[in-house]
């Protein structure tokens, strides 16, 4: 880590996936914490490079590439790849080879701390009336859940092996408001993602910790306790959208977002068959 005089205590940070919906909220929100914020995607930014930005398009897929966006960068906020459910080959470069490419480009350059954006969908096949935590085997959903579990295991091996730290953020839904149903209990605001990014940062020895990334919501399926090292605390709770959620229509009976954790993505596929 490098720490500065000034209020700010990173110098520079790189955030992966920065053109998404997320990376674009996070770029504002992570401003306050460092000089310089590195941001990256394959998708062009929405906006150019502001004040202490620094706009890095890179293919996760692509090894050398990543190695160059790594140098010089303090800390990693992984939220690149493929974010829906695909066909594996479509997943398979920026999510496996991607995430590879990482935390090798960081072992080389000698960075010490990722926050990898994992995902609920690591444990998408568990019911909802069941309550997990951080040791729950994994149950993933699909392919983009099995390389988010995939993820998991590199972080683990790269810091048993290099000693680098991550920690895991198992993101339910993170959207300006809840959606749907399934949303009033996975939903995670975007003030409670930012603080849970600034703890993950900032909290000295993690290891590989894994963290449900979810708001104080009424009905929660996941047990954070295993992740109290961090001091995570969420503010925010989906039961202020629950009446505009609830006045939607009722889902089909058997509707998987309605029975597994991971709604609809374990329907989804396969998708090569004719």
């Given at each position: 880590?490098?720490?500065?005089?000034?209020?700010?205590?990173?110098?520079?940070?790189?955030?992966?996936?920065?053109?998404?919906?997320?990376?674009?909220?996070?770029?504002?929100?992570?401003?306050?914490?460092?000089?310089?914020?590195?941001?990256?995607?394959?998708?062009?930014?929405?906006?150019?490079?502001?004040?202490?930005?620094?706009?890095?398009?890179?293919?996760?897929?692509?090894?050398?590439?990543?190695?160059?966006?790594?140098?010089?960068?303090?800390?990693?906020?992984?939220?690149?790849?493929?974010?829906?459910?695909?066909?594996?080959?479509?997943?398979?470069?920026?999510?496996?080879?991607?995430?590879?490419?990482?935390?090798?480009?960081?072992?080389?350059?000698?960075?010490?701390?990722?926050?990898?954006?994992?995902?609920?969908?690591?444990?998408?096949?568990?019911?909802?009336?069941?309550?997990?935590?951080?040791?729950?085997?994994?149950?993933?959903?699909?392919?983009?859940?099995?390389?988010?579990?995939?993820?998991?295991?590199m972080a683990t091996f790269y810091f048993d092996r290099?000693?680098?730290?991550?920690?895991?953020?198992?993101?339910?839904?993170?959207?300006?408001?809840?959606?749907?149903?399934?949303m009033l209990c996975t939903w995670l605001s975007f003030?409670?993602?930012?603080?849970?990014?600034?703890?993950?940062?900032?909290?000295?020895?993690?290891?590989?910790?894994?963290?449900?990334?979810?708001?104080?919501?009424?009905?929660?399926?996941?047990?954070?306790?295993?992740?109290?090292?961090?001091?995570?605390?969420?503010?925010?709770?989906?039961?202020?959208?629950?009446?505009?959620?609830?006045?939607?229509?009722?889902?089909?009976?058997?509707?998987?977002?309605?029975?597994?954790?991971?709604?609809?993505?374990?329907?989804?596929?396969?998708?090569?068959?004719?």
């Open positions: 880590m490098t720490t500065l005089s000034s209020s700010k205590p990173w110098h520079r940070l790189l955030l992966t996936g920065a053109a998404g919906g997320l990376g674009t909220v996070l770029r504002e929100s992570l401003k306050p914490h460092c000089e310089i914020l590195r941001l990256s995607d394959i998708a062009p930014m929405p906006a150019a490079a502001g004040p202490h930005e620094e706009v890095w398009p890179c293919d996760l897929s692509d090894k050398h590439a990543v190695h160059q966006l790594v140098e010089g960068v303090d800390a990693i906020l992984h939220f690149g790849g493929v974010s829906v459910e695909r066909p594996f080959e479509e997943i398979l470069g920026p999510n496996i080879s991607g995430v590879f490419h990482i935390y090798e480009a960081a072992r080389r350059h000698g960075v010490k701390r990722v926050v990898f954006a994992s995902s609920n969908h690591t444990i998408g096949f568990y019911h909802q009336e069941q309550t997990l935590d951080a040791h729950a085997p994994r149950r993933p959903d699909g392919y983009y859940g099995l390389s988010k579990a995939y993820g998991e295991d290099y000693g680098i730290e991550t920690v895991s953020l198992r993101i339910g839904s993170s959207f300006a408001k809840p959606q749907n149903r399934r003030a409670d993602l930012t603080q849970l990014i600034v703890k993950a940062l900032a909290v000295p020895e993690v290891g590989h910790t894994v963290v449900y990334g979810v708001s104080a919501n009424k009905t929660v399926w996941w047990d954070n306790h295993l992740a109290a090292r961090l001091g995570y605390a969420p503010q925010d709770s989906s039961e202020t959208f629950r009446a505009e959620v609830e006045a939607q229509p009722q889902p089909e009976p058997g509707d998987p977002a309605m029975i597994y954790q991971g709604g609809a993505f374990v329907a989804q596929g396969p998708f090569d068959d004719a």
